[in-house]
Nanobody
Framework: QVQLVESGGGLVQAGGSLRLSCAAS????????MGWFRQAPGKEREFVAVISRSGGTTYYADSVKGRFTISRDNAKNTVYLQMNSLKPEDTAAYYC?????????????????WGQGTQVTVSS
């Protein structure tokens, strides 16, 4: 079992940057595919980015491709989401999630563990 805690959210002006971190506690962090999801008020939770267990493969939602970068440091049991060129439509609660499967997935229901979320608000 893994416990996930996100941090790094906040209020930022459009065009700015934030770096989210997700710290994991528990066993075998490197055994999990890690993903980021977000949910805006009144909207369904949507996929943002995912990274393979070793960090060698990443996949992004079209809406963030080229602006966001997911990475992980298995030695630190941490996954990151670097968010650049932020837009007001990026405003949402961002959630880190862990998937025990061996392949990367973009559907939230496939993930086994979730953090509590961190709020990102982008002003125009």
């Amino acid at each position: 079992q893994v416990q996930l805690v996100e941090s790094g959210g906040g209020l930022v002006q459009a065009g700015g940057s934030l770096r989210l971190s997700c710290a994991a506690s528990g066993r075998s962090f490197s055994s999990y595919v890690m993903g980021w999801f977000r949910q805006a008020p009144g909207k369904e939770r949507e996929f943002v980015a995912v990274i393979s267990r070793s960090g060698g493969t990443t996949y992004y939602a079209d809406s963030v491709k080229g602006r966001f970068t997911i990475s992980r440091d298995n030695a630190k049991n941490t996954v990151y989401l670097q968010m650049n060129s932020l837009k007001p439509e990026d405003t949402a609660a961002y959630y880190c999630a862990a998937d025990s499967s061996y392949t990367i997935r973009t559907t939230s229901r496939t993930y086994d563990y979730w953090g509590q979320g961190t709020q990102v608000t982008v002003s125009s």
